[in-house]
């Protein structure tokens, strides 16, 4: 288990949180409330300034992105506000995020990008379905 040392902070804050990792059956670390308090509800709480802070490219994520294959199949896992979705027409781009708030803030900037809410680590693709 790991401690976290109590600062003072208010309930909105981590600190003074104990959080013990538990496993489902399968062995596998099951999301635990702490996880889902401070850190997914913070990136929905945060989203309209976490987008306005990622707003350009990286040059190299920009650059592999137009060197791919015409009509590639490409999963933008974690897109956030879905800066990379448009950087290339020539590729199916499909975007999913943890936060439904950074989901719909990509939704605003192009009415076309195909985006959902999703778990990085659920994600509901068939194996082989996405190039990218």
């Known amino acids: 288990m790991e401690e976290f040392k109590d600062n003072g902070g208010d309930e909105n ?19 635990s409330d702490w996880e889902k308090k401070y850190v997914y509800k913070t990136y929905d709480k945060i989203a309209p300034h976490f987008s306005s802070t990622r707003y350009k490219a990286w040059p190299k994520i920009e650059a592999f992105l137009k060197e791919l294959p015409q009509h590639s199949i490409v999963a933008d896992i974690g897109c956030g506000n879905g800066k990379y979705l448009g950087v290339n027409p020539d590729l199916i781009m499909i975007g999913s995020d943890r936060s439904a708030n950074l989901v719909e803030i990509c939704k605003e900037r192009d009415g076309n990008f195909e985006v959902f809410p999703a778990d990085g680590l659920k994600l509901p693709f068939r194996n082989g379905a996405v190039e990218w």
């Open 13 to 31: 804050d981590a600190e003074g949180i104990k959080v013990e990792e538990e496993k489902n059956e399968t062995g596998e670390t099951k999301l």
